[in-house]
């Protein structure tokens, strides 16, 4: 699991940069002196970093399979060009995108309207809000679990008993429609957190510039798209930067719902290493893979840390 | 023409009772200051005459039109916040504009009209600017062209100055008394800045604890207030309250004993008030002067001196603090005892109840 971990450790260490550089007052010129004293906890997180790297990059360049000791050596671009010849590694990867495009988008839109729905005061909104919260707080795999047996079962799910009481035949969902499924589970697991986000943000709307967008012959949705949406653009921006860290190493939720099928319909880059360095024990490939993700979330990251960070000027 | 007429005009929260049976009429072209106390229902007033806030009973006439009902983009009014609330992800240009692209208005007469109002406000330079690169005093100045471009019957204006530091709102008051003439508009001003009222007003409506206390203009709140509590409200520094006995009656006046035995003759209206009655002396601080042979003795505390104005606190024997405000520069020093005259002209008295008796000799400006 190691190699799947540097996507994620890469896409940490960006974002946490870009928010403690957005976040900081003003950048202030480093005393003389004081690099000695921030020196450990560089070098520890540069070797954290750089050793899995180096040896991920390593074993990229060599035959390593486990049930074949005997045929290791060195093997070139030999991993990489099986790689990129294989159809499963560019299904993987348009799954990836796939999967977090759709998460996105769900999240993002729903989150939005869900926000301005949850800031209007009605009877029982604290409770709606602790709910609608809640789901952040399971883990991947329990609400994988649950999804897959308790709702979209077609046996003893809900959705189905739901069919069958209306006299339909209960689908399948994980066989007919894998890649929907697995989307439903993950915008089901992120919308709280979008929403949470986007909540706070719209409660921070100045409520006098509502007042002033009233006064100025707004209606409900007029201020929705003049005031409500551009006063959003930063907390969206974060979402979708925060989401797109996790949503690219997408591994628990298709592990436990589909193992990345039927056949690799829901084969994303994360489940592909998997796949081929523990099932596979192609440590050679996977690594190849690794890298090429490496390579993917630093592409994404470089898009999205510019345009946010744009967003963030202001 | 623009007025507007309050008749019995509620407001209540629940059970609260913020606003209570409001009378009012705003003449065409006028500027209308309301100033209270903070939390005394001014801003509530304002909000209900705009439209953001319920009325919850009575009338509200715009132009002889019940408005009670209407929103408040179509009540023709405008109002600048005491935040600003400009839009911070739209340029001046489009903060001006904005009310008109949403009421479809063709964008050259848009373009037109925003331009006007820049000039009027000296924005021209910072058209393409967002707010977060202004100033406050400038911020102020789009918010107000926000409102001049929508050309309103009535401006509406909610403390836009307490933002500002003291020499910007002293420049902002003149540039809205200017504006106001130019403009050639109606307008409400809200404020808790007793000098801002007076300053703009042409007339000022005192408001305590939701309910108005006197309505007139700015002479005649400062040299004839109703009661206590507009005398106390309205002049800085405020005008100094003695305590003491009605001694005498007759048609010239009354005369009042104070606790020192100092006696002080008053032409005021006696008919409410018999000999022997509590009441309240009010003498503003340049009704009192320095004399020798005045009724008044006392030790002054401090000596502000302004220049122009000397400020002398001198705590009476047995009658209270009070200040005293001679123009020019004085010598008086602390410690020293001091005899003070009364100008009885400009002495009020107030009754038991804190009601003013009606002065006999009305200031020349106030009738
Ligand atoms: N939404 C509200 N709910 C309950 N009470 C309110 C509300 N808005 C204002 N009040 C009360 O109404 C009174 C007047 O408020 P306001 O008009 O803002 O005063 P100010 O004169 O300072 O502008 C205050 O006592 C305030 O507590
Ligand atoms: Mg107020």
Redesign the interface.
């Known amino acids: 699991m190691t190699l799947r971990g540097h996507g994620a450790l890469f896409w940490r260490v960006a974002a946490i940069s870009v928010v403690v550089e957005f976040t900081k007052p003003k950048r202030q010129a480093r005393k003389p002196g004081t690099l000695i004293l921030v020196a450990p906890s560089v070098a520890v997180l540069l070797l954290w970093m750089i050793v899995p790297l180096v040896m991920t990059l390593w074993f990229s360049f060599q035959y390593y399979n486990l049930l074949n000791p005997a045929g290791a050596g060195f093997a070139g671009i030999d991993n990489y060009r099986f790689l990129i010849t294989d159809p499963d590694f560019w299904a993987s990867l348009g799954n990836t995108l796939i999967l977090l495009g759709s998460v996105l988008a769900i999240t993002v839109v729903f989150g939005t309207l869900l926000a301005v729905l949850y800031d209007q005061p009605f009877p029982g909104r604290n409770i709606a809000r602790l709910l609608v919260v809640a789901p952040f707080f399971v883990m991947p795999t329990v609400s994988a679990l649950i999804w897959k047996n308790l709702m979209m079962h077609p046996i003893y799910g809900v959705l189905g008993f739901l069919a069958r009481s209306v006299g339909l035949e209960p689908v399948d969902w994980f066989a007919e429609y894998p890649m929907a499924s697995v989307i439903l589970i993950l915008s089901w697991e992120w919308l709280p957190f979008a929403l949470l986000i986007l909540l706070t943000a719209v409660q921070s709307l100045?409520h006098?510039?509502r007042?002033?967008?009233?006064?100025?012959?707004?209606g409900p949705i007029?201020q929705f798209f003049?005031?409500t949406l551009?006063?959003l653009?930063r907390a969206i921006s974060v979402v979708v930067m925060i989401e797109t860290i996790f949503l690219l190493t997408v591994f628990a939720e298709i592990f436990v719902t589909t193992s990345g099928g039927p056949g690799n319909a829901t084969t994303n880059l994360a489940f592909l290493i998997y796949a081929r360095a523990l099932i596979q024990f192609d440590v050679g490939g996977a690594s190849a893979g690794g890298v090429i993700a490496i390579l993917l979330a630093n592409i994404v990251a470089f898009f999205l840390v510019r345009t946010i960070a744009r967003r963030l000027e202001? | 023409m623009a007025t507007l007429t309050l008749r019995e005009i509620q407001k209540s929260y629940g059970s609260l009772s913020v606003i209570k049976n409001i009378d009012l009429e705003v003449a065409d072209r006028e500027f209308v200051v309301f100033v209270g106390p903070s939390g005394c229902g001014k801003s509530t007033l304002l909000r209900m005459i705009?439209?953001?806030e319920e009325i919850s009973g009575g009338d509200l006439i715009i132009d002889g039109q019940r408005m009670n009902d209407i929103?408040?983009?179509?009540r023709g009014?405008?109002?600048v916040?005491?935040?600003y609330?400009?839009?911070?992800?739209m340029t001046v240009r489009q903060n001006m504009g904005?009310?008109l692209r949403?009421?479809r208005v063709p964008k050259a007469e848009r373009e037109k009209k925003v331009a006007e109002a820049a000039r009027i406000l000296q924005l021209e330079p910072y058209l393409d600017r967002?707010p977060?690169q202004m100033s406050g005093g400038q911020r102020q100045r789009v918010a107000i062209g926000?409102a001049i471009v929508?050309n309103p019957k009535i401006f509406l204006f909610d403390e836009p100055l307490s933002n500002l530091d003291a020499a910007l709102r002293g420049q902002m008051r003149i540039e809205l008394a200017r504006l106001h003439e130019e403009l050639n508009a109606t307008m409400i001003y809200v404020t808790h800045d007793q000098v801002e009222a007076m300053t703009m007003a042409d007339k000022i409506v005192v408001l305590q604890a939701g309910v108005i206390e006197q309505v007139g203009t700015p002479l005649q709140l400062y040299h004839h207030p109703a009661n206590l509590f507009v005398a106390g409200f309205i002049g800085s520094p405020r005008m100094n309250f003695l305590k003491g006995r009605v001694t005498g009656l007759d048609g010239t006046g009354l005369s009042v004993d104070l606790p020192s035995g100092a006696r002080v003759a008053l032409p005021v209206e006696t008919a409410t008030v018999g000999t022997g009655d509590a009441v309240t002396l009010g003498l503003r601080p340049e009704a009192l002067r320095l004399d020798p042979q005045g009724p008044l003795g006392g030790t002054v505390r401090l000596v502000e001196r302004l220049g122009g104005l000397t400020l002398i606190h001198v705590d009476l024997d047995r009658d209270g603090p009070v200040i005293v405000q001679i123009e020019g520069s004085d010598g008086t020093a602390p410690h020293q005892s001091v005899r003070l005259g009364v100008d009885p002209a400009a002495g009020q008295v107030f009754d038991g109840t804190g009601k003013a008796l009606p002065h006999l000799v009305r200031h020349p400006l106030t009738h």
């Open positions: 100045d006098e510039q007042e002033a967008a009233r006064m100025d012959g707004a007029a003049h005031i551009p006063h653009g202001v | 705009a439209g953001l929103g408040p983009a179509d009014l405008a109002m916040f005491q935040s609330a400009l839009y911070p992800h904005f009310a949403l009421a967002k977060g926000r929508r």
